[in-house]
């Protein structure tokens, strides 16, 4: 039993897939190469997180979702995860790796220099979930947030270290869709057959949010390109989903369909 998660069962803490073990999962990391990871980045890791990437040093978590007592951009209530980086800098998401590392989204993204960049969330890049040092110096034992690149880079505390961040996830279903309205859980569930009956219902297509984003532009955000085809094709404009798309695809290649998509629907409005 790992001595930073007394009582705390990780035999069943990670989701296996072999989308996981691609971009993710990197072989223990050794005292050496948290070091080095450690120089590079400029802080002290939590004991706790090197200890969770000895049993598996990152990957995609069973339960990705964490309460919270305000809003963000994701939720009335909680946050999600999409998977925590690996120590090192062999996979697509680890701290140190070529492409998305923790520096990374300092430096192309605007991210506040805090601390350390650690999991994305399925907003591609819009949002993330960081350690913050801010309060503790680079050698103490950090604060975990949620830094909102939709509100301005706005923070939101989720708890005070990395093991109770860890031990506090959750399951999606333990909140249901209850705190998204029915369009956004649509859209970001691919939900098809409510889409089709709000359409016929005749809602609005062009309503924008509190970030002035539209439906369609949202489906882009979230890389849903069957909601992307029903909305167009319903006749919904596509103002600003193509530059959103293509933004993404910089960094998510899996938004290759999001673009390739919204590039022929411009084409064929075009022509």
């Known amino acids: 039993m790992s001595k930073a998660f007394h009582g705390f069962d990780l035999s069943s803490f990670w989701r296996n897939s072999q989308y996981a073990a691609e971009n993710y999962v ?13 120089r590079q980045l400029g802080f002290k890791l939590p004991a706790a997180y090197v200890e969770l990437a000895k049993i598996q040093n990152g990957g ?16 009335e209530d909680h946050v999600a995860i999409t998977g925590i980086y690996s120590i090192g800098g062999n996979k697509l998401y680890s701290l140190c790796g070529e492409t998305f590392n923790s520096r990374f989204w300092e430096q192309e993204w605007g991210y506040p220099a805090i601390g350390v960049y650690f999991a994305g969330c399925p907003s591609a890049g819009h949002d993330m979930v960081a350690l913050d040092y801010r309060q503790c110096g680079p050698d103490g034992e950090p604060q975990v947030i949620h830094v909102d690149q939709e509100d301005d880079y706005r923070i939101t505390r989720l708890a005070g270290s990395f093991e109770e961040f860890i031990r506090g996830l959750e399951p999606d279903e333990a909140f249901g869709s209850q705190t998204l309205s029915g369009v956004e859980r649509a859209i970001r569930e691919n939900d098809l057959d409510y889409l089709r009956q709000r359409i016929a219902a005749g809602c609005n297509l062009e309503e924008t949010d509190e970030y002035d984003r539209t439906m369609i532009e949202n489906a882009a955000i979230q890389n849903q390109p069957e909601v992307i085809e029903l909305l167009a094709s319903a006749g919904a404009s596509l103002r600003n989903a193509l530059s959103i798309a293509e933004r993404n695809l910089k960094y998510f290649p899996e938004h290759e369909a999001s673009v390739s998509l919204l590039r022929k629907l411009a084409e064929n409005r075009n022509s």
């Open 26 to 38: 990197d072989r223990s990391p050794t005292p050496e190469m948290v070091k080095a990871v450690e």
């Open 60 to 75: 995609v978590p069973r339960n990705t979702s964490y309460r919270t007592d305000q809003p963000t951009s994701w939720s």
